[in-house]
């Protein structure tokens, strides 16, 4: 396959309601998108999850943006030959940046599958055709407004809750939470790297609520720390920020800093990757769930049927396209019985709204050949 064009759309997507987490406060979604064009004319679309500014990690949309321009879409265009299995040879001299490749691996397996006739799910493995959802809950203003919103979401279906947290919001809110939906009820929270090893008398309290798991306590460099807070505590520890690739994944599971992995394919570089860190954790008995970064429909079509491989075991952060987006850039998700169907259709299945990706841009494509 030769890809021919490239052209990366910048848009702005307002948010449904403000999403709070311990770095900060985001309220509508600068979405970069990828969209290549294969010398056949097959089209395919990629999405990058960066955020605007790096608080999540050091990746933030215009950085992407900048590495796309410059580096990644370069070494694609100028490659005769090139699939989703060869790209990383192309683009493997830019260290780092997996969030500006992983947008840019899905814009090509997108193009390689339509063109193909193959879905997704049924390339990456899939084994299931719907998934079970859960939903990330921001910090609120109040415990009011936090059971109003979870009370919310449990009437829509969802199957599991997590609960944002951070020093200052942690027990209070998460027994108030755990009050609300009884034991059965699977509930979890996510620092997003708010606490340090001080910290650990205070988090084994949460060990009385039963959790699923505690995401991502300690800062992304600190596997260790995870280590020491895992043996000091009963609640389950999932590294997220941490888990930046399949080799990353098993030496964390090898030092028991982590017992559950959270599997984003931006944070890892792409879908192949997060495929090997499911494959390695699977082999352990480790078990997996697919996060979310707040994707349109384009990056949630592909999350859901990377949700759908064996090893994904418990609900992801995969929640419907309405507790994101009034509208979205694609066919909605829609959750039923606590569940969203993996697309079927080549590539992600889904159909871009190209009027939508005009209306939303915040600045003309950049048209690159
Ligand atoms: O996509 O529903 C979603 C958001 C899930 O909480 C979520 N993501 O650390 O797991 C995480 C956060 C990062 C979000 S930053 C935009
Ligand atoms: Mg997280």
Known sequence: MKIARISLHRLAMPLVRPFETSFGTQTERDVLLVHVVTSDGVEGWGECVAGTDPVYSSEYVS????????????????????????????????????M?????????????????????????????????????????????ELLDEVSGYVSEGYRRIKLKIKPGWDLEPVGAVCALLGDDALLQVDANTAYTLADIDHLRELDAFGL???????????????????????????????????AV???????????????????????????????????????????????TGVGRAANVALAAL??????????????????DLTEPFELVDGRLRVPTGPGTGVT??????????????????
């Open 310 to 327: 064996p090893g994904f075991t418990l609900p992801g952060d995969t929640s419907a396209s309405r507790r994101y987006y009034a509208e």
């Open 100 to 144: 500006a490749k992983a947008a840019v691996e899905a814009a090509v397996l997108d193009a390689q599958l339509r063109a193909s006739g193959i879905s997704f799910g049924r390339y990456l493995g899939a084994v299931r055709d719907e998934v079970d959802c859960g939903v990330s809950v921001g910090i609120a203003p109040s415990i009011d």
């Open 352 to 369: 871009v709204r190209r009027e939508l990706v005009a209306e939303w841009a915040t600045r003309p494509p950049l048209l690159l050949h």
């Open 212 to 246: 699923l798991l505690i995401e991502q306590p300690f800062a992304e460099e600190d596997i260790a720390g995870h280590a020491v807070l895992a043996a000091a505590i009963d609640t389950p520890v999932c590294l997220d920020e941490s888990i930046t690739s399949a």
């Open 63 to 98: 950085g992407c943006e900048h590495v796309i321009e410059n580096y990644l879409a370069p070494a694609v265009l100028a490659a005769p030959d090139i699939t989703a299995e060869t790209l990383d040879a192309h683009v493997r001299f830019v260290v780092g940046h997996r």
């Open 249 to 295: 994944a098993s030496d964390a599971i090898d030092r028991d800093a982590t017992s559950i992995v959270n599997v984003k394919p931006g944070r890892v570089g792409g879908y192949l990757e997060s495929v090997r860190i499911h494959d390695v954790c699977l082999a352990r008995d480790v078990p997996v769930w697919c996060g979310g970064m707040l994707e």
